[in-house]
């Protein structure tokens, strides 16, 4: 069963400084992962997949397999980052598609 | 392209009354369509899933049931609100092995 796992709620940090989103999956086989934005007001859309190795408005997420995890990273947090984020692995089969309990980022200016 | 179609936006039903939210998809065949439920500090809830037409999976026993009675069509339902349904409700659909594609939502409060 494919399981994603997000440690922080809440997530504050200052304009200009790093950010780290975490996600840690428990996954048999070989994952498929997500990240998905919500802006207030907006719909909750994809940010990036990691199969495709993108960076996307300055993030990225690479997947450490050795650790299980996922993490979203943005080396200078930009206050229009503030947003709730979600982890998820791919649906397949007769899964069904899971998400993790979500991270707000809050960034501060 | 694709798209996905949620309504109505906001709803408020007294206690007691039954509710009917529908989502439908355009552009694509034979989605993996899904309810959840949003609240705060509990991310996205799954309520339930259809990977065909009449085929429904229950995550959540609860007040509500869902319906595909056509292949793009998706329908929540109760025939008796709680106050405890109130919340933020989104359809979205997917197929195997791709992402999510999220409906606008639906603010639902159950007064």
């Known amino acids: 069963a494919q399981r994603v796992t997000q440690p922080e709620k809440l997530l504050s940090v200052f304009k200009g400084a790093p950010v780290e989103l975490k996600c840690n999956y428990s996954y048999s086989g070989s994952p498929e992962l997500f990240w998905y934005v919500q802006y207030s007001r907006q719909r909750l859309q994809l940010l990036l997949r990691h199969i495709s190795r993108e960076s996307i408005k300055g993030f990225t997420a690479d997947l450490n397999k050795g650790e299980t995890s996922f993490h979203l990273k943005k080396p200078f947090a930009q206050e229009e980052d503030s947003a709730m984020y979600y982890c998820?692995?791919?649906?397949?089969?007769?899964?069904?598609?899971?998400f993790g309990k979500g991270t707000r980022l809050s960034v501060i200016a | 392209s694709q798209t996905i179609h949620q309504w109505p936006a906001t709803l408020v039903q007294p206690v007691g009354s039954p509710l009917s939210l529908e989502c439908t998809v355009e552009?694509?065949?034979?989605?993996?369509l899904y309810w959840y439920r949003q609240a705060a500090g509990r991310g996205l809830q799954l309520l339930f899933y259809?990977?065909?037409?009449?085929?429904i999976s229950s995550e959540v026993p609860q007040n509500l049931s869902a319906s595909r009675p056509q292949d793009r069509q998706f329908i929540l339902s109760s025939k008796k609100l709680l106050l405890s349904d109130s919340g933020f409700y989104l359809c979205?659909?997917?197929?195997?092995?791709?992402?999510?594609?999220f409906g606008q939502g639906t603010r639902l409060t159950v007064v």
């Open positions: 979205a659909w997917s197929w195997q092995y791709t992402e999510a594609f």
């Open positions: 259809s990977v065909g037409i009449g085929q």
């Open positions: 998820a692995p791919t649906s397949s089969g007769n899964t069904p598609l899971v």
């Open positions: 552009g694509t065949s034979n989605p993996n």
